[in-house]
Each structure stands twice: as structure tokens, then as C-alpha cells.
């Protein structure tokens, strides 16, 4: 997995985020994967709203999409 470090996190604009607050990065088709298993584990956890999971699954389903190509 390509590692992301902190001063690359910091980098990456709000629109390479997912989820609220700069949470769930989501620069390349491998973290967008991650992010929606953080995702569906937070919400079954009750951390995290259905609504939110989805938008957050959205997000990054256009990421992974891309990645196909």
C-alpha cells in the first residue's frame, strides 16, 4: 500500500478526504478501499451515522472507479 505520511496528508487538499473533518483520505484507489472498511466498521460500531457511511462509500467509489481504468 502506498504509504501517506503526515506532511503528504497535510498536503492533500479537502477534496482527497472522505469524511468530515479531513477524516477517511482517500488519495489513490488503495486508501478509498480502506476508508470504506473504516467506514461500514465505524458505523457498526454506532461511531458513525448510515447517511455518513454512504457518503463517505460515495466518495470513494469514485476513487476506486477511477483506478479501474
Avoid at 477524516?23 to 467506514?39: M, V
Avoid at 465505524?42 to 461511531?47: F, I, L, V
Avoid at 469514485?62 to 479501474?68: A, D, L, M, N, R
Amino acid at each position: 500500500m502506498a504509504k501517506l505520511t503526515t506532511k503528504d496528508r497535510k498536503a492533500l487538499p479537502d477534496s482527497k478526504f472522505a469524511g468530515p473533518g479531513r477524516s477517511y483520505p482517500i488519495p489513490d484507489r488503495e486508501h478509498a478501499i480502506l476508508a470504506k472498511a473504516r467506514a461500514a466498521q465505524m458505523h457498526n460500531e454506532g461511531k458513525l451515522s448510515l447517511a455518513q457511511q454512504k457518503a463517505i462509500d460515495a466518495k470513494a467509489n469514485k476513487v476506486i472507479k477511477k483506478g479501474q481504468r
